[in-house]
């Protein structure tokens, strides 16, 4: 298209955002017009930015991120994917040569309209992003919901969904289908736009009347330099407005007395899972790696879709064969045609990879949706870019320790023996330090001993706000973590808080703030007195001096803190754990649950504890259990508990443990307080069930108190047995039952038999042994051992008795 032949204005291009039909188009309109100038939606302080987006180093999708400098929480982004209409309209510009400038509403009004918007709320702020159509939200209010102008006009041509429509209409049209005049869709589009905005008038979105207005101040400016030659890309929803005609007066009018902050702007890359969430720059899409595949696809887009899934699939260990995608690619095509589709689409692939690939089954397809349609893609920006300078030490650390950011979540296992390993375990602490949340310790083998940690990783865009918050603290990681702890200890009211602090300090090996934050926790241990406050501070002390005895950290200091809260706690516990309702009993149980595993580490680790009297605090524990075990006054759930850790410790023989739920289940006793004390002493823990599939006693005592309820009270007490009894495995609960149906009542007659003891016979087990059933498991056993038992004939083995103790000379159990 000559110039003589374009007609008279700028070229306006109405865009979806994220849309490659829109970016194939948008590149074929500026090969066609060939502007003098390209002017973009977007912050036009990111202008400067511009001309990275040729470096070769560049990989979309990526985001423009705007924050406030006095608050870089404040912040917003503007995202842009390969097939991003404005990145392609970026990207010509600079390869041709041509200006390219953004034209939106500048980002230090979008982020101080914002805060402002936030503070008429009275607090309550909605979470920084893009509108519909591109810049901050504000929050404001306004006259009607916003609308959906894809949504409005998929509903009028009879869709039920907006991205199947435009599927249909933009992104389908076949490249050698183009209309002769690359103006024509983006004319037909600004048509309708204009239909809309008659009916709907800003749609919703207040803040637009202000943004047009400055875009149609930067049209003024750029025609003024460049005359009409000039394409601009923006929103669909923008173009009646731009190319209405105002005064400059009025423009300039609606701009004037508009909050302003100072903000700063970089590239950071951005990611395909956070383009298909709801918010940010556009409306969000459901699925950018589709429309990836649409935009790159040079020519049969299904076949290749097709293609990319059996890959998948193969690489998963799925069998998937060149007749499945021939299949799925008829299918698709013929589902496409019963619905009346110019091309198969997203719908349409999926159904029939769900019926051919994945045999009806969505737990494949789920893998398809997470790998292909959605996608894993995770952008990067040049080094050059400008970036903070703790986000500049961030990435020369994860560099260091090869630590790369990734958009899909990964388990990291770390081994901190190693030096590498060490290094990486103090950067994902110090960061948890400064609430960047890259990594979560998971669990995993870390369990197994303190020398293992196991991390849950996965990089999102939101981390570089992060990261950019934190730098107020300093500008390299340890200098920000170091400041922000001790400004944490300083300020931190609650004792948890401090031993917490405390905790992650040692984690992060932050030398110069350990001795802030002890001072800091050995004043708060010292005035708080409520036991509640010293029960939850005493297992991050223990635990942190676990770790310092790994870490090569001293820890004399804290060992001596964490011994005078263990005392205090043993003095003041048994008065706490009386007079106390439902609810803050079983709050209580849990902290009991909490101290027992404290005292036992800080008890096991007494040698590195210099001062510590392991053997002193160990024995007033355990006086202190007995007192709540047998002191009526106490919680029902607390007694029970209390009895199950002296049992589990050895500290209380099995026939007191008996003794005391029988005292606890006697008639005497309210059904909801046996039930508590049941709750307590075999619900929760781990082992609770298999204690009563092996103990016959207290299961017969369980038994006998639960068909004695009366029926009236049966249903107080049981959504407490329902709490109990369903923590319990699939097959514990199938033995318990077992149990119980085969009987005795316990009580009862106790059978006993040759060589099984004076004890009882379970239900189920003869009294004495079966020794010919024993003879017939006996070879196998030997041939699973290799004793190659078969090498002695039948009629010369020994049998029975005799047999099993002259096989009990030869060392089964050294060759298991």
């Known amino acids: 298209m000559t110039r003589a032949e374009r007609p008279a204005g700028p070229l306006l291009l109405g865009v979806r955002h994220h849309g490659p039909g829109s970016a194939r188009a948008v590149r074929a309109a500026l090969d066609a017009a060939r502007p003098q100038a390209v002017l973009v939606e977007g912050p036009p302080e990111a202008d400067a930015l511009l001309p990275l987006a040729a470096d070769e180093r560049m990989r979309p999708p990526v ?16 995202p842009l994917a390969a097939f991003s209409p404005e990145w392609v309209a970026i990207r010509w510009a600079l390869e041709h040569g041509v200006p390219v400038r953004f034209i939106d509403l500048p980002a230090a009004n979008s982020l101080a309209m914002t805060q ?13 992003g893009a509108d519909a159509e591109g810049t901050p939200d504000a929050g404001g209010s306004a006259a009607q919901a916003p609308i959906d102008p894809i949504g409005v006009l998929a509903d009028t041509a009879g869709y039920d969904d907006p991205e199947r ?26 048509e309708a736009m204009t239909a809309l905005r008659e009916v709907y008038g800003d749609g919703g979105h207040p803040r637009d009347a202000v943004r047009e207005a400055h875009m149609r101040i930067q049209l003024r400016k750029a025609g003024k330099e460049f005359g009409d030659d000039i394409a601009v890309v923006c929103g669909a929803w923008h173009v009646p407005a731009l190319g209405t005609r105002t005064t400059l007066a009025a423009d300039r009018a609606l701009l004037k007395g508009l909050p302003k902050v100072k903000a700063e702007l970089t590239w950071v890359p951005w990611s395909h899972r956070r383009l298909a969430r709801h918010s940010g720059y556009g409306a969000g899409i459901d699925s950018p790696g589709w429309y990836g595949h649409l935009f790159d696809a040079p020519d049969r887009p299904i076949e290749r879709w097709m293609t990319k899934v059996a890959g998948l699939m193969r690489d998963e260990d799925r069998f998937v064969s060149s007749a499945h995608v021939i299949e799925a690619v008829r299918l698709a095509g013929t589902l496409a045609a019963m619905r009346g589709r110019p091309l198969a689409g997203l719908s349409e692939t999926t159904d029939a990879i769900r019926a051919v690939m994945c045999e009806g089954s969505d737990v494949p397809l789920a893998l398809v949706q997470e790998r292909l349609i959605v996608g894993e893609t995770l952008g990067q920006v040049p080094d050059t870019a400008p970036a903070v300078p703790l986000q500049r030490d961030l990435t020369r650390q994860q560099r260091t320790l090869r630590l790369k950011p990734e958009a899909q979540e990964r388990e990291l296992e770390l081994d901190l023996r190693k030096d590498n390993d060490a290094a990486r375990s103090r950067l994902l602490h110090r960061l948890r330090v400064l609430a960047v949340g890259w990594g979560e310790p998971a669990a995993g083998r870390a369990s197994t001993g303190t020398f293992r940690e196991s991390w849950r990783l996965r990089w999102e865009p939101e981390l570089y706000v992060q990261v950019a918050e934190a730098g107020t603290w300093g500008t390299t990681v340890l200098s920000a973590a170091t400041a922000k702890a001790e400004t944490q200890a300083a300020s931190a009211t609650a004792l948890a808080e401090v031993t917490a602090l405390a905790e992650q300090c040692l984690l992060a090996e932050l030398p110069d703030a350990l001795p802030v934050v002890m001072r800091a926790l050995a004043d708060r241990a010292a005035l708080d007195t409520d036991v509640g406050h010293l029960a939850d501070a005493l297992p991050a002390l223990a635990r942190t001096l676990r770790y310092g005895d790994v870490r090569s950290t001293d820890t004399a200091a804290l060992g001596e803190v964490a011994a005078g809260l263990a005392e205090r706690i043993c003095v003041g516990l048994p008065p706490a754990c009386t007079g106390l309702d439902a609810d803050g009993a079983a709050e209580l149980r ?25 053997d002193g605090l160990r024995a007033r524990w355990t006086a202190v259990l007995h ?27 099995e026939d007191d443990a008996a003794r005391l739920m029988g005292l606890a289940l006697s008639p005497g006793t309210p059904p909801a307080d046996a039930a508590a004390w049941i709750e307590g002493f075999v619900g929760g823990a781990a082992g609770g069930g298999m204690l009563l599939v092996h103990d016959e006693r207290l299961l017969g005592l369980v038994d006998a108190w639960l068909t004695g309820v009366p029926a009236d009270l049966f249903a107080d007490v049981l959504p407490l047995l329902r709490r109990t009894f369903s923590a319990y495995e699939a097959g514990v609960r199938r033995t318990l039952g077992e149990l119980v149906r085969r009987g005795p009542a316990a009580g009862g007659p106790a059978a006993t038999g040759p060589g099984t003891g004076s004890g009882p016979t379970a239900p189920g087990f003869a009294p004495g042994l079966d020794e010919a059933r024993a003879d017939a498991v006996e070879p196998v056993l030997r041939l699973l051992l290799g004793l190659h038992n078969d090498s002695v004939p039948a009629d010369d083995a020994p049998s029975g008795q005799a047999g099993r103790a002259e096989n009990a000379k030869e060392p089964l159990g050294a060759t298991g």
Not at 64 to 74: E, N, R, S, T, Y
Not at 627 to 641: N, S
């Open 165 to 190: 429509w435009w599927e249909d209409v933009v992104e389908h049209r076949t490249r050698d289908g183009e209309a002769v005049d690359p103006r024509a869709p983006f004319a037909a589009l600004a």
């Open 116 to 128: 402002a918007a936030e503070r008429e709320a009275d607090g309550e702020g909605a979470e920084s």
């Open 590 to 614: 849990g902290r009991v649950d909490g101290i027992h595993t404290a005292i036992g580490l800080l008890t096991g680790a007494a040698p590195a504890n210099a001062g510590m009297d392991a």
């Open 627 to 653: 007192k709540l075990a047998a002191r009526d006054t106490v919680a029902g759930v607390i007694r029970g508990r209390a009895t199950r850790l002296l049992l589990d410790e050895g500290r209380l023989a």
């Open 63 to 78: 985001a423009l991120l705007a924050h406030a400098v006095d608050d870089p929480g404040q912040a917003a982004f503007w």
